[in-house]
């Protein structure tokens, strides 16, 4: 899982250029469809979220949705074109394909992201963009996770017709270089976590903090919850106690003051993730950055916790993982 961490700034900026010049079918795509679903399981789910985020910042009527309840609970009367964009990094998930064929069935044309050339995904869709992050071996998805947010950062940079592409690429993976650099730091943090963790973020950093709660059950098996920051706020917080660590990825240079107290008031601690004084900084406040950058540090700190609590990992209880490497 670490080494896989490491190949991150490779595998993002791979993945980028070697889709850069093929993107705007796609970018058709969405921008003629009246409706967009985005669905995906686990952490490919997490994906379509930020692609929601993405989609709606730009005018784009879309909703994100699992794959399991998409399949269940389709909307089939839909008028206008409707597009289902589908991550799987196998592409070979029961899901993704039950997905996929009922999609067809309803008339939707279909997009599939995924790491794998061969899948049924790839065959199967009218679309394929493919992601590179190469072969990942530990079933904790890493890697796979960061390229599939870099494609939704190449759609917003084509939808909004933005400049400068490569520059933001060399920013976010030097960054990423960065935080890898002094991991170091990020194990100190890892050893105060606790046995039950929150994890908060807003906008963007929201469905970090979705695979931030992922990452640790699938790696340590401790009880985890995910919130958008201030919806925690709206009853949640509640359970709030002090055998918890809240992991909270801050909006602007300084974390909210009052938002703080109240964590500090009821918490066994927090950590922070952002800019100024946070506690594990990100080098920028641009939304992909940020988030990129701390999605990363999630990584880490769950792989740091697992491999603490002497577990492993790449091979977890009751979890295994679809590929056809």
Known sequence: MFDEIREEPEAIRKTLNKNMDSIQPLINEIKESSFIFITGSGTSYNAAVMLNYTLLENGIRSMAITSSEYSENIIRKLKGKVLNIIFSQS??????ISNLELSKENGFKVVGITNEKDSYLSRESDLCV????????SVAATKSHAVQISISLLIDFCLKENPGLEKKVDDICGGIGQIIKNSG???KYAGKILQKIVFLGAGKCYPVALEGGLKFKETSGVS???YPTREYFHGPVHRLDRETTVIWITDGTVPDMKIMEKLSASAGNTITIGNGNADLKVASSDGFQKALNSLVHMQLLANFKATGMGLDPDHPSNL??????
């Open 91 to 96: 592409g070979e998930s029961s899901d993704a």
């Open 130 to 137: 493919l992601t590179y992050a190469g072969e990942e071996r």
């Open 185 to 187: 730091e990020v194990q």
């Open 224 to 226: 985890t919850e995910s």
């Open 320 to 325: 295994s993982k679809v590929v056809r490497w």
